[in-house]
C-alpha cells in the first residue's frame, strides 16, 4: 500500500476520532444542597462543611444530563453534601437539584470538564397546586375515593396494568363521557373492563380527577444506602416506543432491550453512552400479527412480531417471547441476525421465558394459558396446557385464537372485545387465567409460574410435564423469582405485598407489605428479582417512582427514588459490575417525564 493511500485511509479516522473526543465532556463536581431562604450565598471551596445542619437537604436527587438525554444522578448525605462524577457525556450539560414535592427543583447549565463545588439552594413551596403537582401517582391514585374495595381492586387490577394511574397525563380533569371514552380504548389495548366497571370507573374518576390539589404529607427518604448510590438513565426512541424487557450479554456487556412497539433491538454501550438499534422484517406477518383485528396499541404499533421478552441463552445468542405473532425470537448479537422459531396451533401471547440449567428454555403463554418448553439445539418446542380453573375460563382457553382469527376479519375495529364471554357474563378479567411470570427453582429443576388473574402458582415436572397448583393468600401473583436457597418471592400486584413460598413444604411462610410514601397509598409491585451477591430482592414499585431493596436477613426495605417522573419498570437484570438494570416502559412512552422511553441502571453504594 502506498503512503498516500494509507494517508486517505487514516486521515478521515483519525479526525472522527478527534471530533469524537471534542464532543465527548467528563464533569467532576461536589458541592451542598440547601433551603433557599436560609442557606449562605456563594460556591465554598468546602461546601459540605459551610452551611448549619438545619438547613440541608439530605436525600435529594443531583442530576446531570446532557444533550443526548443521558443522565447520571447522585443522593445528597444527611448533611446535604454529595459528590458527582461522569465521563463520555455529550454537550450542553445540566446540573439540576429535586427533593420532592415540597420544593422546586434547581437547573443551571455547567460547562464542559466543570470540576468544582456547588451550593444548589431549593425554594420551598408554598402554592397548594404547584406541591400536588410535583407528588407522584401513588399520591392522586390513592385519592381517589371508590365505592367499594372491590370496585377499587377491579380498577387497581386493570387500568395500572401498563401504566401509572394519577401522573400528570392520566389524572386530566375530563366529564363522565370523556372517560367512557377513554375506559373503551383502553379496552382495546386488553383491559377486560365489566358493563358496571365502565360506570363505575367513569363516574368516580370524573368525580375525583377535578383538578383539586391533593394534600400529602412526604417525607425524604434517607437511609444509609441512599448516598453514594448511582442512578445513570439513557433515554432514547420516541413517544410510542415501548423498551418491555432488557438483558445484558456475558459475551460482549452490551444491554439489549426489546421494543415491542416497533419490532426493533435496542443496545445499549454503557461505557460509551452510545446507542443502536436493529430493526426486524415484517416477514409477510399482517400488522399486529395475531391481534391484527385490534384498534389500538397495536394500530398505532409498527409491530408485526411485538418481542416483549429477552433473555440470554445457549452460545450467546439472545431468545425473545415475540407476543403478537406467537413466536420465539433468537438474535445472534455477532450477526444482527434473527431467526423466528413458529409456535402455532392454539398458543397466543408468549410471555416471559427462563432458561435451567439443562439449556432448555420455559416460557408462559398468557392469553392461551399454557407454558412452553422449546429444546434451542433441536428448535423442537412442546405447549403444556394448563388448569383451567373454571368453567369460564376453560371456554377462553378453548376460544380465544378463534375470536381473535374472526376479529381480523373485520379490520381494526376491537371485534374481540365485542366477541369476548367478559362482559355478558359479568366475569370480567376472572375469565382468563393468565400465566405471567415463571423461573426455575435452582435446587430441584422445578419450573414454578404466576397466574395473575386466577391468582395462583404452579410448578411443572421437566420431566414428566405434571402440573400442580397452589392458591395464593394474596391476589394477582405477577412476576416472581427464586432466591439461591429455593425461597420463591412473589409480588401481588393488586394488594402491594411481597410473598414468601417454601417450595419444600409448599406453604407461604410470610408476608410483607410493600412502604409507601404516606399513610392510604398504594404500591402496585410489578416483578422482583434476586441479587446473587446479597440475596436481597429488589421490587418494581410502579406507583411511586421508586426501586424497592428487600433485605430478607434484616426483613427490612430500602427505597431509591427515581430522578425521573412517571417510571414504571419491569424485568431487573444484574451486571458483572453490581449494576441493578431495568427499562422505564410506561405505555406510553410520551407520559415519561421527558417524553422517552429509558434504559435505567443502579449503582447501589456499598456500605
Known amino acids: 500500500m502506498t503512503i498516500k493511500k494509507l494517508h486517505t485511509l487514516i486521515l478521515p479516522l483519525a479526525l472522527t476520532?478527534?471530533?469524537?473526543?471534542?464532543?465527548?465532556?467528563?464533569?467532576?463536581?461536589?458541592?451542598?444542597?440547601t433551603l433557599a431562604d436560609l442557606a449562605p450565598e456563594g460556591e465554598p471551596t468546602n461546601a459540605a462543611d459551610s452551611v448549619p445542619d438545619s438547613v440541608v437537604v439530605g436525600g435529594a436527587m443531583i442530576t446531570v444530563t446532557d444533550s443526548r438525554g443521558v443522565?447520571?444522578?447522585?443522593?445528597?448525605?444527611?448533611?446535604?453534601?454529595?459528590?458527582?462524577?461522569?465521563?463520555?457525556?455529550?454537550?450542553?450539560?445540566?446540573?439540576?437539584?429535586?427533593?420532592?414535592?415540597?420544593?422546586?427543583?434547581?437547573?443551571?447549565?455547567?460547562?464542559?470538564?466543570?470540576?468544582?463545588?456547588i451550593i444548589l439552594q431549593l425554594e420551598k413551596l408554598t402554592d397548594p397546586k404547584a406541591i400536588s403537582a410535583r407528588l407522584t401517582a401513588s399520591a392522586h391514585a390513592s385519592a381517589v375515593d371508590w365505592q367499594d374495595?372491590?370496585?377499587?381492586?377491579?380498577?387497581?387490577?386493570?387500568?395500572?396494568f401498563c401504566h401509572q394511574i394519577g401522573n400528570a397525563s392520566t389524572r386530566v380533569e375530563k366529564t363522565e363521557e370523556q372517560w367512557r371514552d377513554t375506559l373503551e380504548r383502553m379496552q382495546g389495548y386488553g383491559a377486560m373492563l365489566t358493563w358496571q366497571n365502565e360506570d363505575d370507573f367513569a363516574k368516580t374518576l370524573s368525580a375525583n380527577f377535578n383538578g383539586e390539589p391533593v394534600p400529602a404529607v412526604r417525607t425524604l427518604e434517607m437511609h444509609d444506602g441512599l448516598p453514594g448510590s448511582v442512578m445513570r438513565e439513557w433515554s432514547f426512541g420516541g413517544p410510542i416506543n415501548y423498551v418491555h424487557d432488557i438483558e445484558i450479554s456475558k459475551e460482549d456487556g452490551l444491554i439489549y432491550g426489546v421494543d415491542m412497539s416497533a419490532d426493533k433491538i435496542w443496545i445499549l454501550d454503557r461505557t460509551t453512552n452510545e446507542i443502536e438499534d436493529v430493526q426486524w422484517p415484517a416477514n409477510d406477518l399482517p400488522l399486529g400479527g395475531m391481534?391484527?383485528?385490534?384498534?389500538?396499541?397495536?394500530?398505532?404499533?409498527?409491530?408485526?412480531?411485538?418481542?416483549?421478552?429477552?433473555?440470554?441463552?445457549?452460545?450467546g445468542k439472545l431468545y425473545t417471547t415475540n407476543s403478537l405473532a406467537s413466536e420465539i425470537g433468537i438474535f445472534d448479537p455477532k450477526t444482527r441476525e434473527t431467526d423466528f422459531v413458529k409456535l402455532g396451533g392454539d398458543t397466543v401471547y408468549p410471555h416471559t421465558l427462563r432458561f435451567d440449567d439443562q439449556g432448555i428454555l420455559w416460557f408462559t403463554v398468557a392469553l392461551s394459558n399454557q407454558v412452553g418448553r422449546l429444546d434451542p439445539e433441536t428448535r423442537e418446542f412442546t405447549i403444556i396446557d394448563l388448569p383451567s380453573n373454571g368453567a369460564w375460563r376453560w371456554v377462553a382457553d378453548a376460544m380465544l385464537p378463534t375470536i381473535l382469527k374472526v376479529a381480523s376479519w373485520f379490520g381494526k375495529e376491537d371485534m374481540h372485545v365485542a366477541l369476548s364471554?367478559?362482559?355478558?357474563?359479568?366475569?370480567?378479567?376472572?375469565?382468563?387465567?393468565?400465566?405471567?411470570g415463571i423461573d426455575v427453582n435452582p435446587i430441584d429443576g422445578m419450573i414454578w409460574y404466576s397466574k395473575l388473574y386466577a391468582g395462583r402458582i404452579g410448578k411443572i415436572d421437566p420431566k414428566t410435564l405434571e402440573v400442580t397448583e397452589f392458591e395464593t393468600p394474596y391476589p394477582a401473583p405477577r412476576r416472581l423469582r427464586f432466591a439461591k436457597d429455593g425461597t420463591l418471592w412473589i409480588p401481588s400486584f393488586e394488594s402491594g405485598v411481597l410473598m414468601k413460598f417454601d417450595p419444600a413444604t409448599e406453604t407461604f411462610t410470610k408476608s410483607y407489605e410493600l412502604p409507601v410514601l404516606a399513610k392510604g397509598e398504594?404500591?402496585?409491585?410489578?416483578?422482583?428479582?434476586?441479587?446473587?451477591s446479597t440475596q436481597h430482592v429488589w421490587i418494581a414499585a410502579n406507583m411511586s417512582d421508586r426501586i424497592l431493596r428487600f433485605d430478607p436477613v434484616a426483613e427490612t426495605f430500602q427505597a431509591y427514588p427515581s430522578p425521573t417522573r412517571v417510571t414504571f419498570l419491569r424485568d431487573f437484570i444484574f451486571t458483572p459490575d453490581g449494576d441493578v438494570c431495568t427499562s422505564n416502559a410506561n405505555l406510553p412512552a410520551s407520559a415519561i417525564e421527558g417524553g422517552r422511553a429509558k434504559f435505567m441502571c443502579l449503582t447501589p453504594a456499598r456500605n
Open 421 to 436: 364471554h367478559h362482559k355478558i357474563t359479568g366475569e370480567g378479567r376472572d375469565v382468563l387465567n393468565l400465566p405471567y
Open 291 to 315: 391481534f391484527a383485528g385490534a384498534v389500538a396499541p397495536l394500530g398505532t404499533f409498527a409491530a408485526y412480531h411485538g418481542p416483549h421478552s429477552i433473555i440470554e441463552g445457549p452460545k
Open 522 to 532: 398504594y404500591e402496585t409491585p410489578y416483578a422482583v428479582a434476586v441479587e446473587p
Open 71 to 117: 443522565s447520571v444522578t447522585t443522593y445528597s448525605a444527611a448533611n446535604g453534601a454529595w459528590e458527582l462524577k461522569q465521563d463520555s457525556l455529550q454537550p450542553p450539560l445540566t446540573l439540576r437539584a429535586r427533593a420532592g414535592a415540597a420544593y422546586a427543583d434547581t437547573t443551571l447549565n455547567i460547562e464542559p470538564g466543570a470540576q468544582s463545588s
Open 17 to 33: 476520532l478527534l471530533a469524537a473526543q471534542a464532543h465527548a465532556a467528563s464533569v467532576q463536581l461536589s458541592g451542598q444542597v
Open 149 to 160: 374495595a372491590d370496585t377499587k381492586q377491579d380498577f387497581i387490577s386493570q387500568c395500572h
